[in-house]
């Protein structure tokens, strides 16, 4: 059963609850070593963290900002902040030294905690231009710190501080004081169309949200939900919380590149991702069918198409299969897909809530067909998180992003723009009265900049309003749904779709270099590194060959018609991707403006 308390005391509640039950798995920093915590050490800890901020002398309100990748001392931060009345802010762990310092700076920081030797440099270089910032504290003990830096402690004396002086009676007047209209955090969003804003997400927020996803998601005190998007990402922390409101077993994973090594070592039931993640691994399953020998490759591809028809062609539409259909699905679960899901460390999967992005129709059909539960979903930080999502055991239509939950009002525009209102839709930007006003209908409905559709009562999404691009011959063109589409291909690691004001559809494309390499020479193909392979004609005639098969369905003025490909990824750095790795198009067209002409020359 879940609680749905003040975030304040939330982790003291469930202490009572289930106290030396099991309640976060986590690495500390740089270990391999798996190490877990009761529900009763999470709330001492978090009371700690509390007493320790207000020795500090943060106030109620105040902003506290958290500059890290996961880890348990996030956690901490987090809820020893709501339990003063303080408002968090999480940073990317990958943000710019120029970001930290634009949110320090709007949001007033005194306080800021760093994870990893990145961080901590990032934080310690823009110190001397932050005027409010006071106190750095770390969470790695292995960073080095500057000997010229008097400002920074570790975690560890941080938490020694509450110790020393615990601050019984001020916390429980605090616990007692704690309002819903409270600011729980500030999200900056990253920005893919101009500068960061800070969104505002009240505690009364999440108590409705915590409330109307409980009654649709399927999650419980027996999963095992691994925390793999950055807790800066409302997807994520919005998942974190409602798996903690209903006593699930949290698995933090710290470092995202090792997610796939993390869910075989832990065995997680339950995991929030991007479509990006599921595009990774069916793109591997794939490979691992061509490289199969025929009788393999026909099993599994018969398998497959098992699973399909079962999952989706009847259960997605709430429908009971044939006896001889369940019949094969049971054999084909327990030998092919059982085996699949094992590689992946889901022996057990319970739910996978999937958002942030388009769902290609492909990825989405795979991951139902070998027994996987993709919850798909949509959702703004301005909305914290979901505003729709599919429902275990109910019927979904493949290519739509659910039915929207209890408590919030969908309507479409007359121009086709999703609008919103309810009790988790977010109050405004923090210090952007202007933004806030605009972002609002005279009649009070948030707009969300995505245009969609209902359709027997589910949501389907087209396209971002201001990211359609208009070709020189008058047709509208979604970029996004075309780059879903393509990146199902193994050879396609990133894509930009170009067509805003040019007469035809072309791509930037960033290969999966290695299995270029494994193409080259396997056919002939001399190089000496990246910048051969990609001016290569006959790898530019592969992998066009291979796009050409899968927008064989698209209208012919949406296909792509010219290809570049690109001997390094968009990146952070060179600001081409947004902290959640979302293009940002202009500049992709501005960094890119000689690659992209040359593909509209005559030729």
């Known amino acids: 059963m879940q609680t749905n308390s003040h975030l304040s005391v939330l982790i003291h509640d469930q202490a009572k609850k289930y106290g030396d039950r099991e309640a976060l798995i986590f690495r500390r920093f740089g270990s391999k070593k798996w190490q877990s915590a009761s529900w009763a050490e999470f709330s001492r800890t978090v009371r700690v963290a509390s007493a320790a901020m207000l020795q500090l002398g943060i106030g109620v309100q105040e902003n506290v900002a958290v500059f890290a990748q996961n880890c348990v001392e996030y956690m901490f931060c987090d809820f ?21 310092q634009f949110m320090i700076n709007d949001a007033r920081v005194r306080l800021l905690f760093v994870g990893e030797q990145e961080q901590y440099d990032k934080a310690h270089r823009v110190f001397a231009l932050c005027p409010t910032l006071e106190r750095i504290v770390i969470f790695d003990r292995s960073v080095r710190i500057s000997t010229h830096d008097p400002y920074a402690i570790y975690f560890d004396d941080f938490l020694a501080l509450g110790r020393d002086n615990p601050h019984d009676a001020e916390l429980r007047r605090l616990y007692a004081e704690a309002s819903f209209d409270d600011l729980a955090n500030i999200l900056y969003t990253s920005g893919t169309t101009g500068e960061s804003k800070g969104v505002m997400l009240s505690h009364g927020q999440y108590h409705a949200a915590l409330e109307a996803n409980g009654r649709c998601v399927a999650v419980g005190e027996a999963d095992r939900v691994m925390n793999f998007l950055p807790y800066a990402h409302i997807f994520e922390k919005g998942w974190t919380l409602l798996s903690l409101s209903v006593g699930a077993r949290l698995i933090v994973n710290t470092y995202p590149q090792e997610v796939q090594q ?20 069916y793109a591997g399953v794939q490979e691992q069918i061509e490289r199969a020998n025929p009788v393999k490759r026909k099993l599994f591809l018969g398998a497959l198409a098992i699973g399909r028809r079962h999952n989706i062609e009847y259960l997605s539409r709430g429908l009971k299969p044939p006896v001889q259909l369940r019949m094969e699905y049971e054999m084909m679960n327990r030998t092919v897909f059982s ?57 979904f239509t493949v290519g739509s992003v659910g039915r929207p939950i209890d408590g919030i009002e969908v309507k479409i525009s007359p121009e086709g723009e999703i609008l919103l209102k309810g009790p988790t839709i977010t109050r405004g930007y923090y210090n952007r009265p202007g933004l806030t006003a605009e972002a609002f209908t005279p009649d009070g409905f948030f707009r969300t900049g995505d245009s969609g559709y209902i359709e027997g009562g589910e949501l389907f999404l087209r396209e971002r309003i201001k990211d359609l691009f208009k070709t020189s011959n008058g047709k509208y063109i979604a970029p996004q749904a075309i780059e879903s589409r393509l990146l199902v291909d193994k050879f396609i690691d990133q894509i930009a779709i170009i067509a805003d004001e040019r007469k035809f559809v072309s791509a930037l494309i960033i290969p999966e270099y290695r299995l270029v390499e494994e193409y080259a020479r396997a056919n002939g193909i001399p190089f000496e590194g990246r910048e051969d392979l990609c001016a290569n004609p006959k790898v530019r005639q592969m992998m066009m060959e291979r796009i050409d098969t899968l927008q064989q369905q698209l209208a012919h003025y949406e296909q792509v018609k010219r290809i570049t490909l690109l001997p390094h990824h968009f990146s952070m750095e060179r600001g081409e991707l947004t902290n959640t790795l979302k293009l940002k198009r202009r500049v992709i067209n501005e960094n890119y403006k000689d690659v992209i002409d040359r593909m509209y020359e005559e030729s």
């Open 80 to 100: 020893g902040a709501w339990g003063i009345r303080a408002v968090t802010i999480p940073f990317y762990a990958t943000s710019s030294e120029q970001q930290i």
């Open 339 to 395: 085996l699949v899901r094992h590689e992946l460390g889901l022996e057990h999967a319970n739910i996978f809530p999937t958002a942030g992005a388009t769902v290609s129709q492909h990825v989405e059909e795979f991951v139902h067909s070998i027994g996987l539960n993709m919850i798909v979903g949509y959702g703004l930080t301005e909305s914290l998180a979901t505003v729709s999502c599919d429902r275990l055991g109910e019927p």
């Open 262 to 281: 993390s869910m075989r070592d832990t065995h997680p039931t339950s995991m929030s991702a991007v479509p990006r993640f599921w595009e990774k691994v």
